[in-house]
């Protein structure tokens, strides 16, 4: 069955503190893994997309990392702010005819002053 | 300057009636998407338009039917409204369907329907 388990539900930390958000998915075949982080009452933003062959993959205080033999992904945040507040989504892709997209239900992070 | 654009952002109905969610995008992308987002906040695609062509059906009830007039609008009209359909609903666009890796998908604010 293709799933997207994402751990913890929720979060909560203080601010300038790191955190790393875990994703674990049975999809298969893969095509690509895609974090998005989506604020309350606004649609998702999309943070990184990753193939196969990519292991680690940044975009400014957000790391994400793969293991695709273990089909595991990561999602690392660095001197986190109050605007980093919000759900983060791991979304795979299923390489078949439609490219199915299979969503997680999302990591809600709150960041504390 | 806004990307992609849905109206309205709040829509309470009863049971039974009809209603549209318009779509628009001015990314000049070829590829729009409905989403619904449940109450355990998981997002499912609903429909996908590729150049004003339905490539996606994720079988959902005939009631919905998509409406693309242009490759920058994908409206969303539903019949018949029930009370499971209380949801948001996300509009999205791309520049390229699902099997181009490196697409990014640009989501609307979404509409969230209430069916009382």
């Known amino acids: 069955k293709n799933q997207v388990e994402q751990s913890p539900q929720s979060l909560i930390i203080l601010e300038g503190k790191n955190c790393t958000l875990q994703?674990?998915?049975?999809?298969?075949?893969?095509?690509?893994l895609r974090w998005y982080k989506q604020d309350t009452g606004r649609g998702p933003v999309s943070l990184t997309i990753?193939?196969?062959s990519e292991n680690t993959k940044s975009n400014r205080r957000y790391t994400a990392t793969l293991d695709a033999d273990t089909k595991q992904s990561s999602l690392h945040i660095t001197a986190s702010q109050l605007s980093d507040s919000a759900s983060y989504i791991c979304v795979v892709s299923r390489m078949d005819s439609n490219y199915q997209l299979i969503w997680g239900a999302g990591t809600k992070l709150i960041i504390k002053p | 300057d806004t990307a992609v654009s849905q109206t309205p952002k709040y829509l309470v109905t009863q049971m039974g009636n009809d209603k549209s969610i318009k779509c628009e995008q001015n990314l000049g992308h070829d590829t729009m998407y409905w989403y619904k987002q449940d109450s355990k906040k998981f997002l499912k695609i609903m429909f996908s338009?590729?150049?004003?062509?339905?490539?996606i059906n994720e079988t959902v009830p005939n009631r919905f039917s998509p409406k693309s007039p242009d490759k920058a609008h994908l409206n969303l009209h539903i019949n018949s409204l029930e009370l499971g359909d209380s949801a948001v609903y996300f509009c999205a666009s791309s520049q390229g369907g699902l099997a181009n890796h490196h697409y990014e998908q640009y989501f609307g604010p979404g509409t969230r329907l209430t069916v009382t």
């Open positions: 994703c674990n998915y049975t999809v298969s075949p893969f095509s690509n």
């Open positions: 990753m193939t196969f």
């Open positions: 338009y590729n150049n004003k062509e339905l490539i």
